[in-house]
């Protein structure tokens, strides 16, 4: 019979596609989880990894066992949350995924006031989430949150609420001609090198600054992608470029770099906060309403 251990392992394999980094995020080594995956396989009747010496895939037995997997791993952590929160009120886990600076005014205010309420919680934060990914995560189960840049989602059973929304502003070199101005217009920014998280389509704010430049009137000249929202003004900050950020990073960007805001009309970006409405966890219903506390009605 099928063990919870061993879905655990393929879960881990599945998504590392790397056994060595599967093993280290297992606290295992390579051969113990190897031997692990044999068994599941054996079990199943079919090869879930076509794997050589260079790369690990999964195979289509593969892709159809994940979700599923994902599913049972989910049921069994509340099941526990449910029969611990019987004897003990509301105890466990909650799994929160984020991009990085640009929730710096959003994150901290959430995880101190779910401490204060509910110090038996345990918050497990996941950074560099981008927001196409945080749905599928909060979709899927491997997350219970994610802080994303959508008011709306696109998946029926994920459920998106704004938690706040930030002008749009340019992000600068201090040497750059117009750093020093109190406003500028975004067309003048035309002839910049810019600075961009990823253009895969999982990033809001990506789509974001493109957007507000195609309504100046010019697609901008991305030199360089980074995942991490802080690289991008650590490398504007180091004059490789400028890029555009929401308002609230004004107070976090890094010496060499100044905001300034752009000159009618007006982009926004969106913060909101998604979930499942499929995850009927207790932890995650104490979190919400916690939510609905720090975070007053937002318009969007």
Known sequence: MTEIRWLEAFVAVAEELHFGRAALRLHTSQSPLSQTIRKLENDLGTRLFERNTRSVALTPAGHALL????????????????????????????????SGAVNHLTLPPLTRAVRRRHPDIELDLTSRVRTRDGLASVANGTLDLAFVGVAESPDPSVVARLVAREE????????????????????????????????????SMTEVLLASCMAAGF???????????????????????????????????????????LDAPHHYMNHAIAWSADNDSAVLKAVLDVVEEVFPPVTA
């Not at 049921?75 to 466990?92: K, Q």
């Not at 040497?175 to 002839?191: F, N, V």
């Not at 991305?222 to 802080?230: A, G, K």
């Not at 991008?232 to 905001?259: D, E, H, N, Q, R």
């Open 67 to 98: 979700p599923r997997a994902y599913r049972v791993l989910q049921d069994m952590r509340l099941a526990r949350e449910a029969a611990l929160a019987e004897v003990e009120g509301v105890r466990g886990k909650i799994l929160i995924g984020f």
């Open 168 to 203: 749009i502003g340019a992000v600068l070199p201090l040497d750059h001609p117009l750093a020093r101005e109190k406003s500028i217009q975004l067309q003048s920014l035309s002839g910049d090198d810019f600075i961009s998280p990823p253009t895969d389509g999982s990033s």
């Open 219 to 261: 697609r901008p000249r991305i030199v360089q992608e980074l995942s991490d929202p802080y690289m991008v003004l650590t490398f504007v900050a180091a004059g490789v470029g400028v890029t555009l950020m929401s308002s609230g990073i004004s107070s976090i960007i890094p010496s060499g770099a100044t905001y300034v805001p």
